[in-house]
C-alpha cells in the first residue's frame, strides 16, 4: 500500500480537518460503515501511519495480512485504524511479538473474521433486511436492524473468542513440552460427501446451498458435541481432529450414521489417520493429514478407513481389539475368572494393502461398531 502523500490539508498531528469521501460512494453504505466502525473516515494511509507512529512499509504489512485491499491516497482510515496499528508495533516494540508473528496474527484474525462477516451478511443480514412492506427498499431497513443489532453481535463475538481462547490455552499448557505445542499427535479425519460433482450440475443454487449447509452444520454440532475440534470445512468435505483416536473414531461413525438415516443427504465418505500433526494459524499440515486425505479418496460408500498407526492406538486404549479371535479368548478368559468381559467400542477389518498416490503402500482398516453381542456391526 505504497502511497505518496502530499498532507497539504492536514493539520499538525496529521489528521485531516473534514472526512473526505468519493462523490461516487452511496450515502447509506458511507453511514452503514461509520456505523460499524464507530468513527468517520479521517486519514489516508499515510496520514494513519504517522499517526500510529509506524513506518508505511509496516502499515501496509499489517494491512494486507488483515486482508485489506489497497486504497492508494484515499481519506477512508479512521481512529480505529489508528489505534490498530499502535496496538500490534506496540507488541512488537514490547518484545511480546516478533514483527513476523505480529503479521501471523493480522493474517489469521483478518482471514477468521472475514468469513465470519462475509457469512452473516450473506446468509444472517439479508433475511432480516427483506422489506416489510410493499414500497420499501431494503436500504431503508437495513441500517437500524444494523444499529439494534451490532453491540449484541460485538459482545456475543467476544464472548465465544475468550471460549476458543481458553479451550485452546488449556491444550497447549497440558502439552507435554515446547514442542508438541506445535507438532503435536492427533487423529485427522475428512469427510466427504460421495458424488457432490455431480448434485451441483443437477440440484438448483439454492437447494445446493441448503445441502451444503446443512451438513456443514450436522458436522459441525457432532464434533464439537463430542470433543472434537472442525479446523474447515469445503463445502462437500470437513476436516476435524481429536486428541485422541476414540474421540475422533465416535465422530466419523455418528456422521456416517447420522448422514445416512437423512433421505436428502448424499453418502458418506471417511478416512482417519493418527501421527504427528503440525499446526499453524488453526489450520493441520504434514503427513498423516496427506494420508488421512487420501484415505477418505478410497473408502467405501458411507464406511470409515483408517490407517495402521490410528488402528494401533484403538487397540492399545482398549477401544478395539487386535482381532476377533483376541476379542473372544479375552471373552472366554473373563468368563472363566468370573470376570466381564472387554468392553470394545470398535472393530477393525485389515484391507487390502494398497499404493497410495506420494505415500507408498498403505494398509488400511475398515472401521465398524461392535453390536451389543461383541460382533461387528
Do not use: H
Amino acid at each position: 500500500m505504497t502511497v505518496d502523500d502530499t498532507g497539504s490539508d492536514e493539520g499538525a498531528d496529521g489528521r485531516v480537518d473534514q472526512p473526505a469521501t468519493d462523490p461516487g460512494d452511496d450515502p447509506l453504505a458511507l453511514r452503514l460503515e461509520q456505523l460499524i466502525l464507530g468513527a468517520e473516515r479521517r486519514y489516508t494511509p499515510f496520514q494513519a501511519a504517522r499517526s500510529a507512529g509506524v513506518s508505511m512499509e509496516l502499515a501496509s504489512r499489517f494491512w494486507r495480512a488483515m486482508g485489506f485491499a489497497d486504497i492508494g491516497q484515499a481519506r477512508a482510515l479512521t481512529e480505529a485504524d489508528v489505534l490498530a496499528l499502535r496496538r500490534l508495533a506496540g507488541l512488537v516494540e514490547a518484545g511480546l511479538l516478533s514483527e513476523a508473528m505480529a503479521v501471523q496474527v493480522a493474517r489469521s484474525t483478518g482471514q477468521t473474521t472475514a468469513r465470519l462477516a462475509e457469512w452473516q451478511i450473506d446468509s444472517f443480514l439479508e433475511g432480516l433486511t427483506e422489506p416489510p412492506e410493499p414500497g420499501m427498499t431494503r436500504t431503508e431497513v437495513t441500517y437500524p436492524i444494523v444499529e439494534l443489532l451490532l453491540p449484541e453481535l460485538e459482545e456475543f463475538l467476544v464472548y465465544v473468542w475468550r471460549r476458543q481462547l481458553a479451550a485452546s490455552a488449556g491444550r497447549v499448557v497440558q502439552a507435554a513440552d515446547d514442542e508438541e505445542m506445535v507438532d503435536r499427535r492427533l487423529a485427522v479425519c475428512f469427510a466427504d460427501l460421495v458424488g457432490f460433482t455431480r448434485l451441483t450440475r443437477r440440484m438448483e443454487e439454492e437447494e445446493l446451498g441448503e445441502l451444503v449447509e446443512a451438513f456443514e452444520t450436522t458436522a459441525a454440532d457432532l464434533v464439537a458435541a463430542r470433543g472434537g475440534r472442525l479446523i474447515k470445512t469445503l463445502g462437500d468435505e470437513v476436516l476435524y481432529a481429536a486428541d485422541d483416536a476414540g474421540t475422533a473414531a465416535e465422530i466419523a461413525l455418528l456422521l456416517v450414521e447420522t448422514m445416512s438415516d437423512d433421505a436428502t443427504m448424499p453418502e458418506l465418505r471417511v478416512g482417519m489417520a493418527f501421527g504427528t500433526v503440525t499446526t499453524r494459524m488453526g489450520d493441520v499440515f504434514g503427513t498423516t493429514v496427506n494420508l488421512a486425505s487420501r484415505l477418505t479418496s478410497i473408502a467405501p460408500r458411507d464406511a470409515v478407513l483408517v490407517d495402521s498407526a490410528f488402528a494401533e492406538e484403538l487397540i492399545r486404549t482398549g477401544d478395539a481389539p487386535a482381532s476377533e479371535a483376541e476379542a473372544a479368548e479375552a471373552a472366554a478368559a473373563a468368563e472363566k475368572e468370573g470376570e466381564e468381559p472387554p468392553a470394545y467400542r470398535f472393530a477393525l477389518q485389515p484391507m487390502w494393502q494398497r499404493p497410495v498416490r506420494g505415500l507408498g503402500v498403505v494398509e488400511p482398516w475398515l472401521l465398524t461398531r461392535r453390536d451389543a453381542d461383541g460382533g461387528r456391526e
